[in-house]
């Protein structure tokens, strides 16, 4: 990262806002536990929890307090003397304390919600921050589901907050309405028009209930956000929150888009999204960008062997910048002749291409059958395939049995750390490149097909 690259804060609420998914609900013992990861993670903010909400919340976001040193600690409060004194309480001990006030904007939530007017609602932002401002000195102003309030009103009601001492203005797409090229102009006019907002922090919030949490939030950075809230994997609120590993690779990937930079620990991500799936019992989603378990996995012959050749060329960025110790391949299918060479190596046996074809073609019957391939088909079929009386080309004598034990014949998922036991040149992930051989040099289509 070079010096112009502006430095975007990492609010992590999987504590808070996460905790609101369905079924992913934590104890203070389970709390205190993420939290010491994001700490290692390298979050600049840890919103610990709503104090006020339960008597457990309120001791885990205190003993989160006392022992993560390192970040802010943030405690969410509605505009009120009772839940923002609660959030004080839990938090008056922390190293660096943030107190975080939410309150309504939108017509509709004044109306039905809160049963207040607009005028109203000035007033009680006003004497929340105030109250706030007098126990802490970093208060966080969120204008709930300020995505649907009148664009005047919300500069209306967040020129008053700045003037009460707020620190942090966090735009809030609560219910996930906003699209990023909207987001961004709202970003551009609270800048514009709010007074005194030069000497505060615009935050956005974005949740994911049109698919479009991160890409409104990273809309936000470009139109002058500097910190975003999110959380692992993703979870929050219904359809979620703006997952915090995907804003972080987004920018790490594409500097050339988003010239930012943050202090997440890259090699971190992984481990946290696996220890908050460990604890709440909720899986990633297989397919979730950078955590799920496909993210690095290869099943298409054509990728396989496009990948074996060079990563680069169906990976944005290595598994280990996130943590994951390795890319797979995984046996199906879609598999080609190259990924399957390789498990027949690293499970001891060597063919030459006309009984490697013989191999693909009964291991396609198969994977049609029964989706994924598991070691001990794959050794089953490599003996009936060649049985001393069948018609296959005989393999080549079984490596050495270290070799075969090596490879652990439990799975058709490579895990590529060191896949090829033989070969001595290797790409940067250790993967040898193909060697020039008669056979290699044989047609195009014959390339091709080692694709396939
Ligand atoms: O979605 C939301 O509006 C919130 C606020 C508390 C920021 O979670
Ligand atoms: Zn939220």
Redesign the pocket.
């Known amino acids: 990262m070079t010096a112009k690259h502006a430095r975007i804060m990492i609010f992590d ?1 999987t504590l808070r ?1 996460g905790e609101q998914s369905p079924g992913c609900t934590m104890n203070q013992q389970e709390k205190l536990r993420l939290a010491h990861q994001l700490d290692l993670l390298g979050v600049d903010v840890i919103e610990a929890g709503f104090p006020i909400a339960s008597d457990g919340d309120f001791e885990s976001v205190r003993a989160i307090a006392l022992a993560v040193r390192r970040p802010i600690i943030a405690g ?1 409060a509605r505009a009120c003397r009772l839940d923002i004194e609660r959030a004080w309480e839990a938090l008056k001990d922390a190293a660096r304390p943030r107190i ?1 006030v ?1 309150l309504a904007t939108s017509d509709i939530h004044l109306k039905y919600k809160l049963r207040i007017t607009r005028d109203q609602c000035v007033q009680q932002a006003r004497e929340a921050i105030r109250f706030a401002k007098s126990l802490c000195g970093d208060v966080e102003f ?1 204008p ?2 300020a995505t649907r309030t009148d664009p005047d009103f919300l500069c209306r009601v967040l020129e008053a907050v700045v003037e009460e001492g707020a620190t942090t203005l ?1 735009i ?1 797409d ?1 219910v996930g309405y906003t699209v990023p090229s909207e987001f961004g102009d709202l970003i551009t006019t609270i800048r514009q028009r709010v007074k005194g907002i030069e000497n505060v922090t615009i935050s956005a ?1 974005c ?1 994911n209930d049109l698919g479009m949490a991160v890409a409104n939030a990273l809309a936000a950075v470009l139109a002058g956000a500097r910190q975003v ?1 999110c959380t692992i994997n993703g979870i929050g ?1 219904r359809a979620g929150n703006a997952s915090l590993e995907e804003i972080v690779m987004a920018m790490r990937v594409r500097p050339d888009r988003f010239a930012y930079e943050t202090g997440v620990i890259g090699d971190q991500i992984f481990p946290a999204s696996q220890l908050l799936s460990e604890i709440t019992g909720v899986p990633v989603q297989p397919n979730k960008a950078i955590t799920g378990r496909n993210a690095f996995a290869h099943e298409a012959g054509i990728h396989q062997d496009g990948y074996l050749k060079n990563p680069l060329t169906y990976e944005i960025m290595t598994p280990q910048s996130v943590g994951v110790p390795d890319s797979k391949l995984v046996l199906g299918k879609h598999s080609g002749r190259h990924a399957l060479s390789i498990r027949c190596e690293q499970l001891g046996y060597q063919f030459d291409r006309r009984a490697l074809d013989d191999i693909y073609r009964r291991f396609v019957r198969l994977a049609d059958k029964i989706k994924k391939v598991e070691d001990h088909h794959l050794l089953e079929l490599i003996r009936d395939t060649h049985k001393p009386s069948g018609s296959a080309t005989p393999l080549i004598e079984p490596m050495v049995a270290a070799k075969a034990a090596a490879a652990n014949a439990s799975s058709t998922e490579l895990e590529l750390s060191n896949p090829f036991p033989v070969g001595p040149q290797t790409n940067a992930f250790g993967v040898p490149l193909p060697v020039p051989s008669d056979a290699h040099e044989q047609t195009q289509q014959e390339d091709y097909l080692w694709g396939v």
């Open positions: 609420t806002d969410l975080h939410v969120s709930e589901d966090n809030a609560t919030h949740h809230e609120e």
